[in-house]
């Protein structure tokens, strides 16, 4: 199995970062690693139990996993786990920590646990997997990064709306 952790500096305050990766709307205009995302059965997020249909980006399209959310406590920490299996991952799980470190900075922590199949081929496949979603994992938060840095502000307003409505 591999595990990793990488922490993330981030332009804008936790809550702006927790709703620009699990809202829909606001993931499908930065996220490299999933060209479509979905909550089964529609919600415009995720919620513990919640299970999710995501579909690869870019030269990841062939690739699809579903998840089932283990925690979902914005802004602080989401966690999900996949279920069945999905060439090349036989296990992935992963957690997302959010901290506010400045006013309108934060650190996103995104840890995950990942193990590559079939198990007669892990000793080959999992370093090369391994090493592939680290990279895209780093490409993936530069993008969201890079996102909240021009559009943190649409995000904040976009918040305001929700609750102005009972919602997020």
């Known amino acids: 199995m591999a595990h990793q952790r990488f922490e993330f500096e981030m332009p ?29 059965g529609g919600a415009p997020c995720p919620f513990v139990g919640a299970e999710t249909e995501n579909t690869g980006g870019g030269w990841l399209r062939g690739l699809s996993m579903r998840t089932r959310f283990v925690a979902f406590d914005r802004p602080h920490v989401a966690a999900a786990s996949m279920v069945g299996r999905s060439f090349p991952f036989s296990r992935w799980a992963a ?11 934060s650190v996103l922590i995104y840890a995950y646990t990942i193990e590559a199949g079939p198990p007669a081929l892990r000793w080959l496949m999992e370093p090369v997997v391994a090493r592939i979603f ?30 102005g409505n009972g919602a997020a």
């Open 134 to 163: 680290a990279r895209q994992t780093r490409r993936r938060f530069r993008r969201l990064r890079d996102f909240l840095a021009e559009h943190a502000a649409e995000v904040v307003e976009w918040q305001g709306a929700q609750h």
């Open 12 to 40: 804008a305050p936790s809550d702006v970062v927790f709703d620009a990766f699990h809202y829909h709307v606001w993931r499908a205009r930065w996220d490299s690693l999933v060209s479509d995302a979905r909550v089964v």
């Open 95 to 105: 957690s997302m920590r959010h901290r506010d470190t400045h006013p309108d900075h």
